[in-house]
Protein backbone atom coordinates (compact mmCIF):
# COMPACT_ATOMS: atom_id res chain seq x y z
CA UNK A 1 0.00 0.00 0.00
CA UNK A 2 2.95 2.36 1.01
CA UNK A 3 4.41 1.91 -2.68
CA UNK A 4 1.10 2.39 -4.07
CA UNK A 5 0.33 5.57 -2.11
CA UNK A 6 4.11 6.73 -3.23
CA UNK A 7 3.09 6.35 -6.87
CA UNK A 8 0.12 8.24 -6.75
CA UNK A 9 1.95 11.13 -5.10
CA UNK A 10 4.43 11.04 -8.00
CA UNK A 11 1.94 11.14 -10.66
CA UNK A 12 -0.46 14.39 -8.77
CA UNK A 13 3.46 16.26 -8.66
CA UNK A 14 3.83 15.47 -12.10
CA UNK A 15 0.36 17.03 -12.72
CA UNK A 16 1.25 19.81 -10.96
CA UNK A 17 3.99 20.95 -12.53
CA UNK A 18 2.45 20.51 -16.32
CA UNK A 19 -0.29 22.56 -15.40
CA UNK A 20 2.14 25.26 -13.53
CA UNK A 21 3.72 25.06 -16.97
CA UNK A 22 0.51 25.14 -19.03
CA UNK A 23 -0.81 28.33 -16.89
CA UNK A 24 1.71 31.13 -17.65
CA UNK A 25 1.56 30.08 -21.36
CA UNK A 26 -2.32 30.68 -21.24
CA UNK A 27 -1.61 34.02 -19.13
CA UNK A 28 0.99 34.86 -21.67
CA UNK A 29 -1.72 33.80 -24.90
CA UNK A 30 -4.25 36.44 -23.50
CA UNK A 31 -1.99 39.54 -23.60
CA UNK A 32 -1.46 39.38 -27.68
CA UNK A 33 -2.64 41.86 -29.07
CA UNK A 34 -6.42 41.95 -30.22
CA UNK A 35 -6.64 43.65 -33.48
CA UNK A 36 -10.24 43.87 -33.70
CA UNK A 37 -11.20 46.86 -32.75
CA UNK A 38 -8.11 48.32 -34.92
CA UNK A 39 -9.50 47.14 -37.90
CA UNK A 40 -13.21 47.63 -37.12
CA UNK A 41 -12.77 51.38 -36.33
CA UNK A 42 -10.63 51.94 -40.02
CA UNK A 43 -11.26 49.62 -42.45
CA UNK A 44 -14.20 51.73 -44.05
CA UNK A 45 -11.14 54.19 -44.73
CA UNK A 46 -8.92 52.32 -46.88
CA UNK A 47 -9.32 52.10 -50.11
CA UNK A 48 -8.61 50.19 -53.37
CA UNK A 49 -7.03 52.04 -55.99
CA UNK A 50 -6.86 50.71 -59.95
CA UNK A 51 -5.25 52.46 -62.73
CA UNK A 52 -5.22 52.32 -66.35
CA UNK A 53 -2.70 53.57 -68.90
CA UNK A 54 -2.34 53.29 -72.79
CA UNK A 55 0.55 51.57 -74.12
CA UNK A 56 1.91 50.96 -77.39
CA UNK A 57 3.31 47.89 -78.37
CA UNK A 58 5.57 46.32 -81.12
CA UNK A 59 3.46 44.09 -82.59
CA UNK A 60 6.55 41.81 -83.67
CA UNK A 61 8.57 41.74 -80.35
CA UNK A 62 6.01 40.21 -78.47
CA UNK A 63 3.04 39.89 -76.40
CA UNK A 64 1.97 42.87 -74.05
CA UNK A 65 2.40 42.67 -70.20
CA UNK A 66 -0.91 42.85 -70.13
CA UNK A 67 -1.80 40.00 -72.10
CA UNK A 68 0.11 37.63 -69.96
CA UNK A 69 -1.64 36.14 -66.85
CA UNK A 70 -2.25 37.97 -63.63
CA UNK A 71 1.31 37.25 -62.18
CA UNK A 72 3.07 39.46 -59.46
CA UNK A 73 6.25 40.69 -61.23
CA UNK A 74 9.52 38.77 -60.35
CA UNK A 75 7.69 35.38 -59.86
CA UNK A 76 9.39 32.08 -61.24
CA UNK A 77 6.63 32.27 -63.55
CA UNK A 78 7.18 35.01 -66.05
CA UNK A 79 9.77 33.44 -67.78
CA UNK A 80 7.74 30.60 -68.29
CA UNK A 81 5.11 32.46 -69.82
CA UNK A 82 6.71 34.92 -71.77
CA UNK A 83 8.63 32.02 -73.77
CA UNK A 84 5.33 30.19 -74.17
CA UNK A 85 3.26 33.34 -75.48
CA UNK A 86 6.11 34.02 -77.78
CA UNK A 87 6.15 30.21 -78.99
CA UNK A 88 2.22 30.54 -79.95
CA UNK A 89 2.76 33.79 -82.14
CA UNK A 90 3.47 32.83 -85.57
CA UNK A 91 6.38 34.27 -86.88
CA UNK A 92 6.57 37.15 -88.73
CA UNK A 93 6.45 37.83 -92.51
CA UNK A 94 5.71 41.05 -95.03
CA UNK A 95 6.61 44.98 -93.56
CA UNK A 96 6.76 46.21 -90.35
CA UNK A 97 3.09 46.29 -88.68
CA UNK A 98 2.75 49.55 -86.92
CA UNK A 99 2.92 49.70 -82.78
CA UNK A 100 -0.68 48.27 -81.39
CA UNK A 101 -1.97 50.09 -78.34
CA UNK A 102 -3.51 48.48 -75.29
CA UNK A 103 -5.07 49.81 -71.89
CA UNK A 104 -2.43 48.83 -69.33
CA UNK A 105 -3.95 48.25 -65.75
CA UNK A 106 -2.47 48.59 -62.27
CA UNK A 107 -3.52 47.91 -58.58
CA UNK A 108 -2.96 49.40 -55.19
CA UNK A 109 -4.17 50.99 -52.26
CA UNK A 110 -4.91 54.19 -50.75
CA UNK A 111 -6.78 55.42 -47.44
CA UNK A 112 -8.84 58.91 -47.05
CA UNK A 113 -7.28 61.29 -44.51
CA UNK A 114 -10.39 63.97 -45.16
CA UNK A 115 -14.14 63.69 -44.93
CA UNK A 116 -13.79 65.96 -48.02
CA UNK A 117 -12.02 63.12 -50.00
CA UNK A 118 -8.37 64.09 -49.96
CA UNK A 119 -6.49 60.26 -50.45
CA UNK A 120 -2.85 59.41 -49.87
CA UNK A 121 -0.96 56.80 -51.68
CA UNK A 122 1.81 55.88 -53.49
CA UNK A 123 3.63 58.09 -56.55
CA UNK A 124 4.56 54.84 -58.29
CA UNK A 125 0.58 53.07 -57.76
CA UNK A 126 -0.90 56.37 -59.60
CA UNK A 127 2.42 56.84 -61.93
CA UNK A 128 1.51 57.17 -65.48
CA UNK A 129 -2.18 57.16 -64.95
CA UNK A 130 -4.85 58.14 -67.71
CA UNK A 131 -7.46 57.31 -65.09
CA UNK A 132 -7.67 56.81 -61.68
CA UNK A 133 -10.39 54.47 -59.91
CA UNK A 134 -11.31 54.58 -55.97
CA UNK A 135 -12.94 51.41 -54.79
CA UNK A 136 -14.43 52.56 -51.31
CA UNK A 137 -15.64 50.43 -48.68
CA UNK A 138 -19.42 50.46 -49.98
CA UNK A 139 -18.40 49.32 -52.93
CA UNK A 140 -18.88 52.93 -54.55
CA UNK A 141 -16.29 53.64 -57.59
CA UNK A 142 -14.97 57.54 -57.98
CA UNK A 143 -12.75 58.92 -60.28
CA UNK A 144 -9.95 60.84 -58.68
CA UNK A 145 -7.88 63.31 -59.50
CA UNK A 146 -3.80 63.88 -58.82
CA UNK A 147 -3.20 66.99 -56.40
CA UNK A 148 0.13 66.37 -56.57
CA UNK A 149 2.42 63.77 -56.35
CA UNK A 150 6.07 63.38 -55.33
CA UNK A 151 8.90 61.27 -57.20
CA UNK A 152 11.54 61.29 -54.53
CA UNK A 153 9.22 60.37 -50.97
CA UNK A 154 7.11 58.04 -53.11
CA UNK A 155 3.57 59.68 -51.93
CA UNK A 156 0.84 61.01 -54.05
CA UNK A 157 -2.45 62.75 -53.34
CA UNK A 158 -5.81 62.21 -54.76
CA UNK A 159 -8.67 63.87 -54.61
CA UNK A 160 -12.51 62.33 -54.85
CA UNK A 161 -15.47 64.31 -55.02
CA UNK A 162 -16.99 63.11 -52.24
CA UNK A 163 -18.04 63.86 -48.59
CA UNK A 164 -18.36 63.09 -45.10
CA UNK A 165 -15.98 59.58 -45.96
CA UNK A 166 -14.57 57.58 -43.45
CA UNK A 167 -11.23 59.06 -42.36
CA UNK A 168 -8.12 57.88 -40.35
CA UNK A 169 -6.50 58.98 -37.32
CA UNK A 170 -3.18 60.42 -38.27
CA UNK A 171 -0.06 59.62 -35.75
CA UNK A 172 3.29 60.23 -35.14
CA UNK A 173 5.96 58.06 -36.89
CA UNK A 174 8.83 59.34 -34.53
CA UNK A 175 7.58 57.93 -31.44
CA UNK A 176 7.64 54.41 -32.92
CA UNK A 177 9.80 51.68 -30.96
CA UNK A 178 11.53 48.26 -32.18
CA UNK A 179 9.24 45.78 -31.58
CA UNK A 180 6.12 47.69 -31.25
CA UNK A 181 3.29 45.65 -32.97
CA UNK A 182 1.76 47.19 -36.25
CA UNK A 183 -1.17 46.61 -38.42
CA UNK A 184 -1.29 47.02 -42.45
CA UNK A 185 -4.70 47.02 -44.30
CA UNK A 186 -4.44 47.37 -47.61
CA UNK A 187 -5.75 45.22 -51.28
CA UNK A 188 -2.86 42.84 -52.11
CA UNK A 189 -3.55 40.93 -55.57
CA UNK A 190 -7.18 42.84 -55.46
CA UNK A 191 -7.99 41.32 -52.26
CA UNK A 192 -10.13 44.57 -50.31
CA UNK A 193 -9.16 44.88 -46.63
CA UNK A 194 -6.79 42.85 -46.49
CA UNK A 195 -5.78 42.77 -42.67
CA UNK A 196 -2.25 41.90 -41.76
CA UNK A 197 0.48 42.23 -38.82
CA UNK A 198 4.36 42.09 -37.63
CA UNK A 199 6.42 44.34 -35.08
CA UNK A 200 8.50 47.35 -36.32
CA UNK A 201 11.89 45.60 -37.40
CA UNK A 202 13.83 48.36 -37.56
CA UNK A 203 13.96 52.10 -37.87
CA UNK A 204 15.31 55.07 -40.29
CA UNK A 205 16.45 52.61 -43.01
CA UNK A 206 18.13 53.65 -45.83
CA UNK A 207 17.47 52.07 -49.42
CA UNK A 208 19.11 52.66 -52.79
CA UNK A 209 18.25 55.12 -54.87
CA UNK A 210 15.77 56.59 -51.76
CA UNK A 211 18.01 58.96 -50.26
CA UNK A 212 15.19 61.02 -48.53
CA UNK A 213 12.85 58.61 -46.79
CA UNK A 214 14.17 57.11 -43.57
CA UNK A 215 12.12 54.06 -44.05
CA UNK A 216 10.46 51.72 -41.05
CA UNK A 217 11.03 48.09 -41.35
CA UNK A 218 8.37 45.92 -40.45
CA UNK A 219 7.89 42.24 -40.85
CA UNK A 220 4.06 43.12 -41.61
CA UNK A 221 2.99 40.57 -45.03
CA UNK A 222 3.33 43.42 -47.53
CA UNK A 223 2.81 42.11 -51.10
CA UNK A 224 2.02 43.75 -54.77
CA UNK A 225 -1.26 45.35 -54.26
CA UNK A 226 -0.71 46.65 -50.31
CA UNK A 227 1.16 49.93 -51.87
CA UNK A 228 0.04 52.88 -50.39
CA UNK A 229 -2.13 51.40 -48.10
CA UNK A 230 -1.63 52.35 -44.17
CA UNK A 231 0.50 50.66 -41.65
CA UNK A 232 -1.41 51.54 -37.96
CA UNK A 233 0.20 51.23 -34.31
CA UNK A 234 -1.86 49.56 -31.44
CA UNK A 235 -3.71 53.10 -30.81
CA UNK A 236 -5.54 52.70 -33.93
CA UNK A 237 -3.32 55.71 -35.28
CA UNK A 238 -1.31 55.59 -39.15
CA UNK A 239 1.93 55.99 -38.49
CA UNK A 240 3.27 55.26 -42.33
CA UNK A 241 2.40 54.52 -45.46
CA UNK A 242 3.31 50.85 -47.29
CA UNK A 243 5.51 51.31 -49.90
CA UNK A 244 7.79 48.72 -50.52
CA UNK A 245 9.14 44.94 -50.33
CA UNK A 246 12.35 43.59 -50.87
CA UNK A 247 11.99 40.13 -52.39
CA UNK A 248 13.62 37.66 -54.42
CA UNK A 249 10.34 36.01 -55.64
CA UNK A 250 7.79 39.10 -56.34
CA UNK A 251 6.28 37.84 -52.62
CA UNK A 252 6.34 38.93 -49.13
CA UNK A 253 9.58 37.43 -47.31
CA UNK A 254 9.66 39.21 -43.70
CA UNK A 255 11.09 42.66 -45.14
CA UNK A 256 8.93 45.53 -45.93
CA UNK A 257 9.47 49.02 -45.86
CA UNK A 258 6.59 52.06 -44.80
CA UNK A 259 7.08 55.55 -45.28
CA UNK A 260 7.04 57.64 -41.74
CA UNK A 261 3.52 59.59 -41.80
CA UNK A 262 5.13 62.38 -40.18
CA UNK A 263 7.31 62.85 -43.75
CA UNK A 264 4.42 61.84 -45.94
CA UNK A 265 2.09 64.44 -43.97
CA UNK A 266 4.58 66.96 -44.87
CA UNK A 267 4.76 66.01 -48.25
CA UNK A 268 0.79 66.55 -48.46
CA UNK A 269 0.80 70.00 -47.10
CA UNK A 270 2.96 70.89 -49.36
CA UNK A 271 1.45 69.46 -52.24
CA UNK A 272 -1.67 71.27 -51.21
CA UNK A 273 -0.29 74.73 -50.61
CA UNK A 274 2.26 75.02 -53.98
CA UNK A 275 1.21 71.84 -56.00
CA UNK A 276 5.32 70.40 -55.58
CA UNK A 277 7.64 69.64 -53.18
CA UNK A 278 10.98 71.54 -51.99
CA UNK A 279 13.62 69.83 -49.54
CA UNK A 280 16.89 71.52 -48.31
CA UNK A 281 20.21 70.79 -49.93
CA UNK A 282 23.44 71.12 -48.56
CA UNK A 283 25.69 70.18 -52.04
CA UNK A 284 28.00 67.77 -50.78
CA UNK A 285 28.54 64.33 -52.66
CA UNK A 286 29.22 61.65 -49.60
CA UNK A 287 30.52 58.37 -49.09
CA UNK A 288 30.62 55.92 -45.90
CA UNK A 289 33.60 55.84 -44.07
CA UNK A 290 35.13 52.47 -43.99
CA UNK A 291 37.19 50.67 -41.73
CA UNK A 292 40.47 51.68 -43.37
CA UNK A 293 39.08 55.18 -44.09
CA UNK A 294 38.52 55.55 -40.36
CA UNK A 295 42.35 54.36 -39.62
CA UNK A 296 43.69 56.30 -42.41
CA UNK A 297 41.67 59.67 -40.67
CA UNK A 298 43.07 58.45 -36.97
CA UNK A 299 39.47 58.23 -35.72
CA UNK A 300 38.25 55.39 -33.12
CA UNK A 301 35.78 54.35 -35.51
CA UNK A 302 33.99 54.94 -38.79
CA UNK A 303 30.92 56.86 -38.47
CA UNK A 304 29.90 59.62 -40.58
CA UNK A 305 29.44 60.95 -43.96
CA UNK A 306 32.80 61.37 -45.59
CA UNK A 307 32.93 64.63 -48.46
CA UNK A 308 34.16 63.14 -51.80
CA UNK A 309 32.71 66.10 -53.62
CA UNK A 310 31.60 69.52 -53.14
CA UNK A 311 28.83 70.99 -56.16
CA UNK A 312 29.74 74.17 -57.63
CA UNK A 313 27.05 77.42 -56.32
CA UNK A 314 26.44 75.06 -53.41
CA UNK A 315 25.73 76.08 -49.74
CA UNK A 316 28.77 73.99 -49.03
CA UNK A 317 30.69 76.21 -50.85
CA UNK A 318 29.45 79.11 -48.99
CA UNK A 319 29.73 77.39 -45.76
CA UNK A 320 33.19 76.33 -46.29
CA UNK A 321 33.69 72.67 -46.66
CA UNK A 322 36.31 71.01 -48.45
CA UNK A 323 36.47 67.57 -49.87
CA UNK A 324 38.11 64.79 -46.96
CA UNK A 325 35.59 66.53 -44.23
CA UNK A 326 33.56 64.07 -42.11
CA UNK A 327 30.38 65.29 -41.15
CA UNK A 328 29.71 63.28 -38.05
CA UNK A 329 26.79 65.89 -36.81
CA UNK A 330 24.13 68.31 -38.51
CA UNK A 331 21.65 70.41 -36.91
CA UNK A 332 22.71 68.88 -33.40
CA UNK A 333 21.53 65.15 -34.48
CA UNK A 334 24.40 62.66 -34.51
CA UNK A 335 25.55 61.37 -38.34
CA UNK A 336 25.79 57.38 -37.87
CA UNK A 337 26.30 56.76 -41.53
CA UNK A 338 26.61 58.42 -45.23
CA UNK A 339 23.27 57.43 -45.65
CA UNK A 340 21.48 58.71 -42.91
CA UNK A 341 22.65 62.07 -43.58
CA UNK A 342 19.94 63.37 -46.95
CA UNK A 343 17.18 62.65 -44.86
CA UNK A 344 18.40 65.05 -42.13
CA UNK A 345 19.07 67.43 -44.55
CA UNK A 346 15.63 67.11 -46.43
CA UNK A 347 13.34 67.90 -43.75
CA UNK A 348 15.54 71.26 -43.01
CA UNK A 349 13.67 74.51 -43.76
CA UNK A 350 15.42 76.45 -46.45
CA UNK A 351 17.38 79.64 -45.71
CA UNK A 352 17.64 77.97 -41.95
CA UNK A 353 21.51 78.10 -40.30
CA UNK A 354 22.02 75.17 -38.89
CA UNK A 355 25.77 73.92 -37.30
CA UNK A 356 27.41 71.07 -39.12
CA UNK A 357 30.35 69.44 -37.26
CA UNK A 358 33.18 68.11 -39.23
CA UNK A 359 36.41 66.06 -38.75
CA UNK A 360 39.07 68.13 -40.66
CA UNK A 361 42.85 66.56 -40.64
CA UNK A 362 41.51 65.07 -37.04
CA UNK A 363 40.69 67.95 -35.92
CA UNK A 364 36.73 68.69 -34.57
CA UNK A 365 35.67 71.85 -36.31
CA UNK A 366 31.86 73.55 -36.46
CA UNK A 367 30.76 75.07 -39.76
CA UNK A 368 27.30 77.05 -40.11
CA UNK A 369 25.45 76.63 -43.25
CA UNK A 370 22.39 78.13 -44.72
CA UNK A 371 20.26 75.56 -46.00
CA UNK A 372 19.63 75.62 -49.90
CA UNK A 373 16.56 74.22 -52.22
CA UNK A 374 17.14 71.03 -53.58
CA UNK A 375 17.20 71.15 -57.19
CA UNK A 376 15.47 69.46 -59.87
CA UNK A 377 16.83 65.87 -61.23
CA UNK A 378 18.21 67.53 -64.13
CA UNK A 379 19.98 70.75 -62.45
CA UNK A 380 21.52 67.85 -59.76
CA UNK A 381 22.69 65.35 -62.53
CA UNK A 382 24.60 68.02 -64.33
CA UNK A 383 25.65 69.33 -61.31
CA UNK A 384 26.90 66.04 -59.87
CA UNK A 385 29.18 64.87 -63.13
CA UNK A 386 32.47 64.58 -61.83
CA UNK A 387 35.13 66.54 -63.90
CA UNK A 388 36.86 63.81 -65.89
CA UNK A 389 40.59 64.76 -64.58
CA UNK A 390 38.97 63.13 -61.05
CA UNK A 391 38.67 59.63 -62.73
CA UNK A 392 41.33 57.53 -64.18
CA UNK A 393 40.35 54.33 -66.08
CA UNK A 394 43.28 52.88 -66.34
CA UNK A 395 44.05 52.82 -62.94
CA UNK A 396 40.13 52.13 -61.67
CA UNK A 397 40.44 54.77 -59.29
CA UNK A 398 38.86 58.69 -58.44
CA UNK A 399 41.44 61.25 -57.88
CA UNK A 400 40.73 64.94 -56.07
CA UNK A 401 42.83 68.07 -55.61
CA UNK A 402 44.04 68.50 -52.12
CA UNK A 403 42.85 71.03 -50.09
CA UNK A 404 45.82 73.66 -49.02
CA UNK A 405 44.96 72.25 -45.51
CA UNK A 406 45.77 69.35 -46.23
CA UNK A 407 49.21 70.07 -48.41
CA UNK A 408 50.22 71.47 -45.23
CA UNK A 409 49.39 68.60 -42.83
CA UNK A 410 51.96 66.50 -45.48
CA UNK A 411 53.94 68.64 -45.88
CA UNK A 412 53.31 68.15 -49.83
CA UNK A 413 53.78 71.92 -51.06
CA UNK A 414 52.33 71.30 -54.87
CA UNK A 415 52.38 67.72 -55.75
CA UNK A 416 49.97 64.67 -54.76
CA UNK A 417 46.39 63.86 -55.59
CA UNK A 418 43.76 62.43 -53.17
CA UNK A 419 42.30 59.25 -53.87
CA UNK A 420 38.83 59.26 -53.19
CA UNK A 421 37.42 55.78 -54.75
CA UNK A 422 39.08 52.51 -55.19
CA UNK A 423 37.63 50.09 -58.10
CA UNK A 424 38.21 46.59 -59.25
CA UNK A 425 41.43 46.83 -61.39
CA UNK A 426 45.41 47.72 -61.44
CA UNK A 427 45.04 50.17 -58.33
CA UNK A 428 43.40 47.58 -56.10
CA UNK A 429 45.14 45.15 -56.89
CA UNK A 430 48.46 46.84 -55.53
CA UNK A 431 47.02 47.75 -52.51
CA UNK A 432 45.97 51.57 -52.96
CA UNK A 433 43.11 52.49 -50.55
CA UNK A 434 40.95 55.34 -50.37
CA UNK A 435 42.61 57.96 -48.14
CA UNK A 436 46.13 57.54 -50.03
CA UNK A 437 47.68 60.57 -51.88
CA UNK A 438 49.74 59.76 -54.76
CA UNK A 439 52.78 61.93 -55.04
CA UNK A 440 54.29 60.07 -57.91
CA UNK A 441 54.25 58.04 -60.46
CA UNK A 442 57.16 56.43 -62.44
CA UNK A 443 59.15 58.87 -61.13
CA UNK A 444 57.18 61.49 -61.94
CA UNK A 445 55.97 64.23 -59.40
CA UNK A 446 51.95 64.30 -59.50
CA UNK A 447 51.20 67.94 -59.28
CA UNK A 448 46.94 67.68 -59.73
CA UNK A 449 44.84 65.52 -60.53
CA UNK A 450 44.72 66.98 -64.00
CA UNK A 451 48.01 66.33 -64.14
CA UNK A 452 48.02 62.46 -63.10
CA UNK A 453 45.07 62.38 -65.87
CA UNK A 454 47.92 63.09 -68.25
CA UNK A 455 50.65 60.75 -66.84
CA UNK A 456 48.72 57.75 -66.56
CA UNK A 457 47.42 58.04 -69.92
CA UNK A 458 50.88 58.04 -71.17
CA UNK A 459 52.07 54.85 -69.17
CA UNK A 460 52.81 51.79 -70.74
CA UNK A 461 50.71 48.86 -70.24
CA UNK A 462 51.69 45.04 -69.68
CA UNK A 463 54.34 45.85 -67.27
CA UNK A 464 55.02 47.17 -63.33
CA UNK A 465 54.80 50.85 -62.47
CA UNK A 466 56.00 52.37 -59.30
CA UNK A 467 53.80 54.39 -57.96
CA UNK A 468 54.56 56.64 -54.55
CA UNK A 469 52.11 56.54 -52.06
CA UNK A 470 51.53 58.74 -48.63
CA UNK A 471 49.63 57.42 -45.93
CA UNK A 472 49.38 58.76 -42.21
CA UNK A 473 51.58 56.25 -41.15
CA UNK A 474 54.53 57.09 -43.68
CA UNK A 475 55.02 56.77 -47.41
CA UNK A 476 55.56 53.90 -49.63
CA UNK A 477 55.88 52.50 -53.05
CA UNK A 478 53.53 50.35 -54.52
CA UNK A 479 53.55 48.31 -58.30
CA UNK A 480 51.03 48.66 -60.53
CA UNK A 481 50.76 46.78 -63.32
CA UNK A 482 48.42 48.40 -66.23
CA UNK A 483 47.08 45.39 -68.68
CA UNK A 484 47.96 45.46 -72.63
CA UNK A 485 46.53 47.89 -74.72
Known amino acids: MRVKHKSVSIVFAVLLSVIAG ?50 PDGTPFDEFFRRFFEQQRPPHKGPEMPPREYD ?30 VR ?25 DANN ?21 GSPFDFDHTVTSGIVSALRRSLPNENYVPFIQ ?57 GHVTRGWLGVLIQDVTRELAESFEMDKPIGALVSQILPDSPAVAAGFEVGDIIIEFNGKEVQTSASLPPMVG ?27 LPGSDELEVAS ?14 VADLTEEQRDELDLSDKGVLVTAVKAGPASDAGIREGDVIVMIDNKNINDAKHFRKIT ?29
Do not use: C
Not at 43 to 66: C, D, E, L, M, Y
Not at 136 to 160: F, I, Q, T
Not at 476 to 484: I, Q, W
Open 22 to 71: VVPRLSAATDLPDFVSIVDANSAAVVNISTSQKVQVNQQRGFPHGMLPNM
Open 104 to 133: SYSLGSGFIISKDGYILTNHHVIRDADEII
Open 136 to 160: LSDRRELVAEVVGSDKRSDVALLKV
Open 165 to 185: LPVVKIGDSTKLRVGEWVVAI
Open 218 to 274: TDVAINPGNSGGPLFNMAGEVVGVNAQIYSRTGGFMGLSFTIPIDLAMDVVDQLKDV
Open 347 to 373: VTPINKDVPVKVIRNGKLKTLKVSIGE
Open 385 to 398: VEPDSAKDQRFKID
Open 457 to 485: AELPGGKPVAVLVKRRDGSLFLAVRLPDE
